[in-house]
């Protein structure tokens, strides 16, 4: 499937003024980005566009904690679902739809102070390529989340595959006005672009 850059842009500036740890894309992607962008409002104006079916992407909530208290990153079901609510809202009008297809609880200091990035995704990634996992972590500094764009895929590339999120930036966190759940949406929204 295609996204367009312009599209999860739009959905990205939803939460900015924090830091967002994903690299910005490469010359290459946004040219891509831009040739389809140009492909779609041709398309447009020609009367040529057609309504895409509804894609619906499995989730899977990774949450890391260094203990089972929430101030260790052990995020309460109820932030959770209302997280996964949030997620469904913000791309309600893209095409995509997402169903929860579990949530794991782990408990690992170093994953959750976000060290470890390979070994822990290593362990804990669910599905293929198509499979969205996101990772709720602490991080130093402002630092918000962080995901990558996709690329062509690989054993390598599928492994680092996700996003991860400042586990207090769910719904009812600590994070203050950071604690809405758009973090999520907008790291998120750096991975799409898959084929």
């Given at each position: 499937?295609?996204?367009?850059?312009?599209?999860?842009?739009?959905?990205?500036?939803?939460?900015?003024?924090?830091?967002?740890?994903?690299l910005?894309?490469?010359?290459?992607?946004?040219?891509?980005?831009?040739?389809?962008?140009?492909?779609?409002?041709?398309?447009?104006v020609?009367?040529?566009?057609?309504?895409?079916?509804?894609?619906?992407?499995?989730?899977?909530?990774?949450?890391?904690?260094?203990?089972?208290?929430?101030?260790?990153?052990?995020?309460?079901?109820?932030?959770?679902?209302?997280?996964?609510?949030?997620?469904?809202?913000?791309?309600?009008?893209?095409?995509?739809?997402?169903?929860?297809?579990?949530?794991?609880?782990?408990?690992?200091?170093?994953?959750?102070?976000?060290?470890?990035?390979?070994?822990?995704?290593?362990?804990?990634h669910?599905?293929?390529?198509?499979?969205?996992?996101?990772?709720?972590?602490?991080?130093?500094?402002?630092?918000?989340?962080?995901?990558?764009?996709?690329?062509?895929?690989?054993?390598?590339?599928i492994?680092?595959?996700?996003?991860?999120?400042?586990?207090?930036?769910?719904?009812?966190?600590?994070?203050?006005?950071?604690?809405?759940?758009?973090t999520?949406?907008?790291e998120?929204?750096?991975?799409?672009?898959?084929?």
């Open positions: 499937m295609k996204f367009s850059f312009s599209l999860i842009f739009s959905l990205v500036a939803l939460a900015t003024a924090r830091e967002c740890g994903t910005e894309p490469s010359l290459e992607m946004l040219e891509v980005s831009k040739k389809f962008a140009q492909e779609a409002a041709e398309a447009e020609n009367g040529q566009l057609i309504a895409a079916a509804v894609v619906t992407i499995p989730v899977w909530f990774h949450v890391l904690r260094s203990g089972t208290s929430v101030s260790q990153g052990n995020i309460p079901r109820s932030q959770l679902t209302a997280q996964f609510r949030v997620l469904k809202k913000a791309f309600a009008s893209t095409g995509f739809s997402f169903t929860l297809a579990g949530t794991t609880r782990t408990t690992n200091s170093a994953w959750f102070n976000d060290r470890d990035e390979a070994g822990m995704k290593a362990i804990l669910k599905g293929d390529y198509k499979t969205l996992n996101v990772y709720f972590q602490n991080f130093s500094g402002d630092l918000l989340g962080h995901c990558y764009f996709p690329q062509t895929p690989t054993a390598a590339i492994q680092r595959d996700g996003c991860s999120v400042l586990y207090t930036s769910t719904p009812g966190g600590t994070t203050t006005n950071y604690n809405l759940g758009q999520a949406t907008h998120i929204g750096h991975w799409f672009d898959k084929d």
